[in-house]
């Protein structure tokens, strides 16, 4: 699929670096704990409203057509000499979770648009329109589910289970997207693009290990999310002997110290676990916790080692019931992915840019979770990863990825998105 004669396209990197600090004024709080400003702009909040505003006006200055659809998933087209051609498909996500910096998927979808700019200044046609794309919900930290828009788009969930998903306030994602004017009037099933391309930030440390620019990424490993609520008995703190007492927050610690053995043994391949939500009910310093509330995030580039290490953690849910008389366990999974391999000629035509841009490269599986694998389903899909700082931290407000960083992963986009809408 490549087509090294091609020319390169050098993006306006000032222009891009301003339209993500602008995006990142759009949200942005305080951290006390860094010092430093972040963002908080979770899915269909008001924050997020505004900034879908913002990145619709800038596609509207770009010319580009926008359209919105019932998952409030935002696409602008600019049209290809053959209108009628499958269009080339790029984008992201704008929504955070509630510590993030200025860059988790902002990169791509302002990428997308500075790419638009950039040929539209000179006045370059492609065959194929290209399109830019946002998605709602990607984080998943809202409503519960992650890849939310775009895993309705590509078919893998249903409009209506995704538009009755609840926050924590029981608010719908459906009355969501129509209080914040985002319920839109477009069929959410996609059509297949002709291929589809994401820049991201990393959001880890190989490149900078590698000190290379690019990563060509070659999948997305599995993730699995479940919320475990335990549920055992309030009790009085000073009276109650320990052998009656059913004891929900103990065992919520017993899971979280578990799951970090389960990495530790190795017997799993190289899983990751993160309970990164608990809560204990009624949360008094005198009272035995009679509810846990906990959230377990799996990750596994294998899709059989993920399975064991799920099975490993129903056993010992299974062992924790078991343990005494009073404590039961119920569980519900939130979101399933195996591993996702991407597009090997489209990565190819990203290698290859990337060597005419003369920007070092390596090939690297994407330990994060992205709308790019849902599209995945629909089209040939890669990505190109853009290298962090401070070992690459990210949802986090030191997240960040220099200004040349920005631009260079945004040249090889530009580059790619053109050769490939120039394909037949
Ligand atoms: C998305 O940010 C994820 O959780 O991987
Ligand atoms: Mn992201
Ligand atoms: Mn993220």
Not at 130 to 137: G, P
Not at 160 to 173: K, M, N, Q, V, Y
Not at 240 to 262: C, E, F, K, N, S
């Amino acid at each position: 699929m490549t087509s090294p004669t091609s020319d390169t396209f050098t993006i306006n990197g000032d222009r891009l670096w301003q339209s993500l600090m602008d995006l990142a004024d759009i949200g942005a709080y305080d951290d006390e704990r860094t010092g430093l400003r972040g963002v908080n702009r979770l899915a269909l909040t008001d924050a997020d409203a505004a900034g879908r505003r913002q990145v619709i006006a800038w596609m509207e200055q770009a010319g580009l057509a926008v359209r919105v659809d019932r998952m409030g998933n935002i696409y602008g087209r600019r049209e290809g000499t053959d209108p009628a051609a499958a269009p080339v498909l790029t984008g992201s996500h704008i929504d955070s979770v509630a510590t993030a910096g200025a860059f988790d998927g902002c990169l791509g979808v302002l990428g997308g648009i500075e790419v638009v700019r950039t040929l539209d200044e000179r006045g370059i046609t492609t065959r194929r329109p290209i399109e830019v794309a946002v998605f709602t919900e990607e984080e998943g930290v809202r409503f519960g589910t992650d890849m939310l828009g775009s895993a309705v788009a590509a078919g893998r969930l249903t409009l209506r289970s995704a538009r009755a998903l609840t926050d924590r306030d029981g608010l719908t994602l459906g009355a969501e997207l129509a209080r914040t004017g985002f319920d839109g009037p477009t069929d959410v099933r996609l059509a297949p693009p002709h291929a589809y391309v994401e820049c991201h930030i990393e959001q880890g440390p190989v490149l900078a290990d590698h000190d290379v620019e690019i990563g060509v990424v070659t999948g997305v490993q599995g993730i699995s999310w479940q919320k475990i609520t335990l549920h055992g008995r309030a009790a009085h703190a000073g009276t109650t002997p320990t052998r009656l007492r059913a004891d929900a927050g103990l065992a919520a610690a017993q899971i979280v110290v578990r799951l970090r053995a389960l990495v530790d043994s190795g017997e799993y391949g190289d899983l990751r676990a993160t309970v990164g939500h608990l809560v204990v009910h009624p949360g008094l310093t005198n009272i035995v916790p009679a509810r846990a509330e906990l959230t377990v995030d799996l990750r596994n580039p294998d899709d059989v080692q993920m399975t064991r290490a799920e099975e490993a953690l129903a056993a010992f849910l299974r062992e924790l019931e078991g343990g005494g008389p009073g404590l039961s366990v119920t569980t519900r999974q939130m979101a399933r992915t195996a591993h996702v391999p991407f597009d090997e000629g489209v990565q190819k035509v990203v290698a290859q840019a990337a060597d005419d841009h003369g920007l070092a490269h390596i090939s690297l599986l994407s330990g994060a979770g992205h709308d790019a694998q849902e599209i995945a389903a629909l089209c040939p899909t890669a990505m190109i990863f853009v290298r962090g700082e401070y070992g690459g931290i990210s949802h986090n407000p030191r997240e960040y990825s220099t200004p040349q960083a920005c631009a260079h992963g945004v040249d090889v986009l530009a580059t790619t998105l053109v050769r490939l809408a120039d394909q037949d």
